[in-house]
């Protein structure tokens, strides 16, 4: 079945570069982020994988590890880590699984279930490995992207879903479109105006359904 938002994810073997490891183990009591590819030594996947290395400091502000994934062994990732350095300047210190049988990518329905991979494959024939998790530190998924093929990720829109999921997960509040840390947050309709006051001070009533006020420390 499709991971929803609020599964806890399965507590998968991983078989990565940097050693093998229960997923959640992995996870631990931090935020985690993994995304996945369809194969090494790809022009797109390499062009995010940099982007990810590059923003290792960014990650790390946020208290959140970073795994990624790609239909090919241990030899092939440690080797294409080379080429991500090279190209982005920024060395890739996060595990990569290595789903060369593809259990992983399975279990998380990227790929159906009598998927198989034929000789001589392209990244076309595992192309639907191009997803973004979001999992907070209790192993619950928060957030779920599939990207096709031919379109790289955003890893600023990654960053700032993140903020948004750290920042709502500590109270009754949500935020709007094209919300960026730091910005106002609407009030959660849990709340009426004057728990609303209570709880955040002052709220600004633009509606009677939308409330907003300063995002909470």
């Not at 935020?31 to 022009?43: N, R, V």
């Not at 990227?110 to 973004?132: I, K, N």
């Amino acid at each position: 079945m499709a991971l929803r938002i609020n599964d806890i994810v399965p507590n998968l073997d991983l078989k990565t570069d940097l050693g093998d490891f229960k997923l959640h183990d992995f996870i631990g009591d931090s935020w985690a982020i993994l995304f996945s590819h369809p194969k090494d030594f790809t022009p797109v996947c390499t062009t995010e994988f940099g982007a990810v290395a590059q923003l290792a400091a960014e990650w790390e502000k946020r208290g959140t590890k970073v795994i990624g994934l790609s239909v090919d062994g241990v030899d092939e990732h440690v080797k294409w880590k080379a080429d991500i350095e090279k190209y982005s300047g920024a060395p890739a210190k996060f595990p990569i699984i290595a789903d060369d049988d593809m259990a992983v990518a399975k279990a998380l329905d990227m790929l159906p279930a009598d998927a198989y991979l034929p000789d001589g494959r392209t990244a076309a024939d595992s192309a639907s490995v191009r997803v973004v998790f979001i999992f907070s530190p209790d192993k619950k998924l928060q957030l779920s992207m599939t990207y096709p093929m031919s379109v790289g990720r955003n890893f600023a829109e990654v960053l700032r879903a993140l903020d948004a999921l750290q920042a709502t997960a500590k109270g009754p509040i949500a935020t709007p479109a094209n919300w960026q840390s730091g910005e106002d947050v609407i009030v959660g309709l849990s709340l009426n105006d004057e728990e609303a006051k209570a709880k955040f001070g002052t709220i600004d009533v633009k509606l009677p359904y939308l409330r907003t006020t300063k995002q909470p420390s």
